[in-house]
């Protein structure tokens, strides 16, 4: 008999130490179970915090691209299409007649460099101008509100520098040639 009263004990310890092994697993489970929950609460909220941190940039950005919208409608708005053309055509016209005045100039700095031909330069300069499309009339229109005024004081004193020097020249040279 003893020796089932020993199993007995033995089993009714090996039940109660089961019972507590199991009711501390199940305190364990409970425990992770709560700290579960908390981090899912924890990340809910930032979570939410994100959104609505990311929507307020939204509607930022939307305020934003339709102020933008707005001012480049207003803007394209003042634009003339016509208007565009007609000076798109004068700048054309007026980037080939500066072409064909550098073509000029150095046409004309090659045969002064070259020294031939130095006095037809001055007698043909005026033919070889018209030939080039260069005339007066080939000058951009004045645009709305241009007029000529007069010329600068700079210039006019130049002129008439230029003019003396020339009469100068010329002098000088009916003497030398006298002589």
């Known amino acids: 008999m003893l020796s089932v ?5 033995m089993n009714t310890t090996a039940i109660i130490a089961l019972s507590i092994v199991g009711s501390l697993f199940v305190i364990l489970l409970l425990a992770a179970a709560g700290i579960l929950i908390y981090l899912l ?3 809910r909220r930032a ?7 990311l929507r307020l940039l939204q509607e930022s950005v939307r305020s934003t691209l339709e102020a933008n919208r707005v001012h480049f409608d207003a803007k394209l708005s003042t634009l003339n299409g016509q208007e565009l053309a007609e000076a798109a055509k004068i700048i054309s016209q007026s980037a080939t007649r ?6 000029a100039f150095g046409q004309l700095a090659a045969e002064l460099l070259s020294g031939e031909g130095v006095e037809e330069i001055h007698s043909t300069a005026i033919e070889r101008a018209r030939r080039s499309g260069l005339g007066p009339e080939s000058f951009a229109p004045a645009g709305p509100g241009e007029r000529y ?5 700079t210039a006019t004193g130049d002129a008439e520098a230029i003019l003396d020097e020339s009469r100068d020249n010329s002098f000088d040279s009916g003497i030398a040639g006298e002589g």
């Open 5 to 9: 009263l020993g199993e007995y004990n």
């Open 41 to 43: 609460l924890i990340t």
């Open 47 to 53: 979570t939410l915090d994100n959104v609505n941190t």
């Open 98 to 103: 500066i072409e064909r005045a550098a073509i």
């Open 149 to 153: 005024t007069s010329a600068s004081r």
